[in-house]
Nanobody, 126 residues
């Protein structure tokens, strides 16, 4: 059974940092795209960042220069380093994996991903 388990969320003051982790089990995702999405109360789930299997990366504009996505294929893990956090970053953050292999193009839509974690809450106070 494939599982994605996020961790690292919490409460932080504006300007602070958090590092989210996503550990995959049940299969390896070395040749698959991985992504981070977030969902704030009353809003749709939105793209945050993604990394392809060859290391192509993209971010939504609002987090560029503040967030960094990375992966370690040997550990089957993806991270999201979040710096200079703002109250508007408050949301549940979800890790996602695309079951299609060898796609070098970053994916941005929720329906591009087949596996999802349970989410981790990030709350940024002003």
């Amino acid at each position: 059974q494939v599982q994605l388990v996020e961790s690292g969320g919490g409460l932080v003051q504006a300007g602070g940092s958090l590092r989210l982790s996503c550990a995959a089990s049940g299969r390896t995702f070395n040749t698959n795209n991985m992504g981070w999405f977030r969902q704030a109360p009353g809003k749709e789930r939105e793209f945050v960042a993604a990394i392809s299997w060859v290391g192509s990366i993209d971010y939504t504009d609002s987090v560029k220069d503040r967030f960094t996505i990375s992966r370690d294929n040997a550990k089957n893990t993806v991270w999201l380093q979040m710096n200079s956090l703002k109250p508007e970053d408050t949301a549940v953050y979800y890790c996602a994996a695309d079951r299609r292999a060898y796609s070098g193009t970053v994916r941005y839509r929720t329906n591009d991903y087949d596996y999802w974690g349970q989410g981790t809450q990030v709350t940024v106070s002003s």
